[in-house]
C-alpha cells in the first residue's frame, strides 16, 4: 500500500526539549514538504526538499531543522529555540516539478 | 500579506443542493491551482486542480471554474451530500524559480451539508 506515513499521532514535548516527527514515503515522490497548521489558518510552509541530501527553508523554518538522507525519509526536528511549537504537522510529497502534493495522517504536538 | 484567500469561513448547504466554494489570488505568477478537503485529525485529500491555460475542469461532482482577469477561482459541488462535510483549502503554485512545485494555502472553508 503506497502512501505517507507520519508518526507518532500524538507528541508531547516538555520545555527545553527536542523533539522528532517522523515522515516515511513508498511513493518513490522526489520532493517532500513539511507545513505547520494552527487553529483556523491554512497550512505554512516550515522546510522542503526536493533531492537527496538538499533542502531549503519556508515560511516559518524558525525554530525547526530537518534532514533528507534517503529519498523516502524527511524528518522534522522541533527544537527548544520553537517557543510556540503546539501545532498539527503534515508532511507531504510529490513528484518533482509537479505539483499535486500527497499528505499524510499528521501529527499533532503539545507542550506538557 | 496573503496570497491565497478563502473570505468566507464557513458555509451551510442542503444535501442535494450546489455548494460553491469560493477563492481568491493576488500574484498573477500563479500558474496552477489546486483543492483540497480535510477532514478533522486528518491529512488533506487532493480533490481537484486546473492550470492557468483552462478556465474549467470537471471531475465527477466537483468542477473548478478559473477567472483569470479576476484572479478568482471557484469550486462547485453537486449535488452536495453529507459526506462532503470538511474543511476545503485553495492552493496555488508558483512556476517560478525555485519555488517550482510549492503550493501556497487558504485559510479553508468549513462546509457543513446539512441532510
Known amino acids: 500500500d503506497g502512501g505517507i506515513t507520519q508518526s507518532p499521532k500524538y507528541l508531547f514535548r516538555k520545555e527545553g526539549q527536542n523533539v522528532t516527527l517522523s515522515c516515511e514515503q513508498n511513493l518513490n515522490h522526489d520532493a517532500m514538504y513539511w507545513y505547520r497548521q494552527d487553529p483556523g489558518q491554512g497550512l505554512r510552509l516550515i522546510y522542503y526538499?526536493?533531492?537527496?541530501?538538499?533542502?531549503q527553508k519556508g515560511d516559518i523554518a524558525e525554530g525547526y531543522s530537518v534532514s533528507r538522507e534517503k529519498k523516502e525519509s524527511f524528518p522534522l526536528t522541533v527544537t527548544s529555540a520553537q517557543k510556540n511549537p503546539t501545532a498539527f504537522y503534515l508532511c507531504?510529497?510529490?513528484?518533482?516539478?509537479?505539483?499535486?502534493?500527497?499528505f499524510g495522517a499528521g501529527t499533532r504536538l503539545s507542550v506538557l | 500579506d496573503q496570497q491565497v484567500k478563502q473570505n468566507s469561513p464557513s458555509l451551510s448547504v442542503q444535501e442535494g443542493r450546489i455548494s460553491i466554494l469560493n477563492c481568491d489570488y493576488t500574484n498573477s505568477m500563479f500558474d496552477y491551482f489546486l483543492w483540497y478537503k480535510k477532514y478533522p485529525a486528518e491529512g488533506p485529500t487532493f480533490l481537484i486542480s486546473i492550470s492557468s491555460i483552462k478556465d474549467k475542469n470537471e471531475d465527477g461532482r466537483f468542477t473548478v471554474f478559473l477567472n483569470k482577469s479576476a484572479k478568482h477561482l471557484s469550486l462547485h459541488i453537486v449535488p452536495s451530500q453529507p459526506g462532503d462535510s470538511a474543511v476545503y483549502f485553495c492552493a496555488a503554485s508558483p512556476n517560478y524559480g525555485g519555488s517550482q512545485g510549492n503550493l501556497i494555502f487558504g485559510k479553508g472553508t468549513k462546509l457543513s451539508v446539512k441532510p
Open positions: 507531504a510529497s510529490s513528484i518533482l516539478a509537479k505539483n499535486i502534493q500527497y
Open positions: 526538499s526536493q533531492i537527496v541530501n538538499d533542502f
